[in-house]
């Protein structure tokens, strides 16, 4: 914004954004899709009794990315790079915490959330399925989806689409190329999701001009637990994202 003229400037960051919003609302229905490919009703009801579990997820990490890229940009403005690496590093690692946190009681109490969700006899191995490989990627899910938003902070817009693109990719192959059904969809979201935290750590290491996940930036003061952890935009955004399932 300080180096082209406004027009030209908009059009660049907001062109790719609304390329990577519309490739989030294929990929939001892609499992589903592919699932459905299959001719089984059943491995498509279990993919939707548990899709509160990835709602969740993204939840998260629209509340760290959306809320951590705010004052991430705040401070680029106000050139205080400290405060710029404060809100990076701790979206990163809140989210990581958090996945690990969420991965741990989806492995361990798998049997009640999914009687929660109304799994009966013949969706419940489905839905098990399904369930165990996207608990072991909520670090990864969580994490590249909220780096997606501090890079666009950035103006690193065409990056935030790295994760979406991957697991599109990866949903035909393992769900109808190797058979893998409902399960091959959350193994294609985490994979996906994998590569993409691969790509957002070697951006934040060594391509970042501003952005940093050293831990020794990691802090709860002036603000940043504050302004990243807000429960009210927490809320909003699992009701958003709840929407864009229906």
């Given at each position: 914004?300080?180096?082209?003229?406004?027009?030209?400037?908009?059009?660049?960051?907001?062109?790719?954004?609304?390329?990577?919003?519309?490739?989030?609302?294929?990929?939001?229905?892609?499992?589903?899709?592919?699932?459905?490919?299959?001719?089984?009703?059943?491995?498509?009801?279990?993919?939707?009794?548990?899709?509160?579990?990835?709602?969740?997820?993204?939840?998260?990490?629209?509340?760290?990315?959306?809320?951590?890229?705010?004052?991430?940009?705040?401070?680029?403005?106000?050139?205080?790079?400290?405060?710029?690496?404060?809100?990076?590093?701790?979206?990163?690692?809140?989210?990581?915490?958090?996945?690990?946190?969420?991965?741990?009681?989806?492995?361990?109490?798998?049997?009640?959330?999914?009687?929660?969700?109304?799994?009966?006899?013949?969706?419940?191995?489905?839905?098990?399925?399904?369930?165990?490989?996207?608990?072991?990627?909520?670090?990864?899910?969580?994490?590249?989806?909220?780096?997606?938003?501090v890079v666009r902070a950035e103006g690193a817009s065409k990056e935030a689409m790295i994760g979406t693109v991957a697991n599109i990719v990866s949903d035909p192959v393992l769900?109808?190329?190797?058979?893998?059904?409902?399960?091959?969809?959350?193994?294609?979201?985490?994979?996906?999701?994998?590569?993409?935290?691969?790509?957002?750590?070697?951006?934040?290491?060594?391509?970042?001009?501003?952005?940093?996940?050293?831990?020794?930036?990691?802090?709860?003061?002036?603000?940043?637990?504050?302004?990243?952890?807000?429960?009210?935009?927490?809320?909003?955004?699992?009701?958003?994202?709840?929407?864009?399932?229906?």
């Amino acid at each position: 914004m300080s180096s082209l003229p406004v027009p030209k400037a908009v059009a660049k960051m907001a062109i790719p954004s609304v390329i990577s919003s519309l490739v989030t609302v294929v990929y939001n229905m892609a499992d589903t899709f592919f699932v459905g490919q299959t001719g089984d009703p059943l491995q498509v009801a279990a993919v939707s009794l548990t899709n509160p579990i990835f709602i969740l997820f993204m939840a998260f990490a629209n509340m760290f990315g959306m809320d951590g890229s705010a004052p991430a940009s705040m401070a680029m403005g106000g050139k205080n790079e400290k405060r710029m690496k404060q809100a990076s590093a701790f979206a990163t690692y809140a989210s990581l915490i958090v996945g690990v946190a969420l991965a741990v009681i989806l492995m361990v109490f798998m049997m009640p959330v999914l009687n929660m969700f109304r799994a009966n006899e013949q969706t419940f191995l489905y839905a098990k399925g399904y369930t165990f490989h996207i608990a072991y990627g909520a670090p990864f899910i969580i994490w590249s989806a909220a780096a997606s938003f501090v890079v666009r902070a950035e103006g690193a817009s065409k990056e935030a689409m790295i994760g979406t693109v991957a697991n599109i990719v990866s949903d035909p192959v393992l769900i109808s190329g190797m058979g893998m059904g409902a399960a091959g969809a959350a193994v294609a979201t985490t994979i996906g999701n994998i590569l993409a935290s691969i790509y957002y750590l070697w951006y934040f290491l060594k391509k970042s001009k501003y952005f940093s996940i050293s831990i020794q930036y990691v802090t709860c003061k002036d603000g940043i637990l504050s302004g990243v952890c807000d429960q009210q935009h927490f809320v909003g955004c699992f009701m958003d994202e709840n929407q864009k399932t229906d």
